[in-house]
């Protein structure tokens, strides 16, 4: 073989070899570009508007946030149960049982570098209480962020079978009497809330107030964690009290005391729980905290389905999470109420309320947190001269909700910050506009106006 044909061959080998690198490179990018499609494909799946199409998902692939044993947590529950929080790239979010009101408070400080959580289900006056270090250690201040309403309505006013036989109900004066002629004898009158200057502790003042009962002058009122409710009351601990279910429904369902109201019935479509979360971690994590509300958002709107009631009843009953028969869960669940003493509301409007149209029972609407702000100035908890708008605008993030509700394709989303005027069951009236002028009507309070 001559020099030019070596040459020729080792130039048509160079070719191949060449064109070998060639293929190889061109499979290379269309594997990577396939991969990359199917990549993008699955991010625009999970996050239908867009949000996240460039391919950025969440900063970290979960957080632990906190849950009482109560039905509101449901749309937490849920989120886990059913993947929401998976399908929207947070895998690896713990959702963790707390004993108390009090220990969600503390591990909210610890936050989770100290082993502690990040965010939790949450009394709604809580991130006011928490930001304004009114209720932390220290008195130090922890910024909070309200970031979606979790419920509305479903909590109860129970009392005890020793007053079973007074006409007690949405009016609570029949107790007035009794609660005094007790006193009298040298017992002390109890009431029972689950965190002071939280939503129970607020609907059993206004609930005793209005019947001319002084919640802070004429019975002692106690902390209770709500799944020790029931039992307190049956070795006779307590008097009242105000919680959230299902235990109002298994006080009656084991005939230990009767229901007076459902506090839908003292404010109807009230405000309830708040999916609240450490300011310094939503700051840190936006893309994440995006992802959470969603999950949570889609969860709300499972839990609000009324084919889905059975199903959730049964997953939140587990053992691993409220470790509560079903029959305690389900009937005030749907608006079936027994309030106990033969009494029994089929299909009532007073049920548990998870999203409504457009999402307006997960909207933080500002001017509900105007009143949490409001109310606890009544009952001492924060100076008359505080500052309400600015403390609502500091921790209510609805901006956030509608970013988020907007990249689920949301249709109706509400829009403004005020729900307008409410109104309660004693004619009472809140105008968002004018705090001054409902605390100047009511007739018990410890604020000065």
Known sequence: MDDTTKGTNAHSTARADQKTVDRRALLKRTSAALASAALVSAVRAAFPGGAFAQGAGPEVKGTKLGYIALTDAAPLVIAKEKGYFAKYGLPDMDI???ASWGATRDNMALGTKANGIDGAHLLSPK?????TGKVMQNSQPLPMYGLMRLNEDCQGLSVSNEY?????????SALKEAFAKKAASGKEVKVAMTFPGGTHDLWIRYWLAAGGIDPDKDVATIVVPPPQMVANMKVGTMDAFC???PWNEQLVNQDIGFTAATTGEIWFKHPEKVLGMRADWVDANPKATLSIMMAVMEAQQWCEKPENKDEMAEIIGRRQWFNVPVPDIIGRLKGDINYGRGRVEKGTKLGMKFWGDGGA???PWKSLDSWFVTENIRWGKFAPDIDIKALVNKTNRSDLWLEAAKTLGVAGMPSGDSRGVETFFDGKVFDPADPSAYLKSLGIKRAVV
């Open 361 to 363: 029972v997960s909207y």
């Open 243 to 245: 919680v959230g279910e």
């Open 164 to 172: 079973k036989d007074l006409k007690v109900g949405t009016d609570s």
């Open 96 to 98: 963790a049982k707390q």
């Open 127 to 131: 991130v006011h209480l928490y930001s």
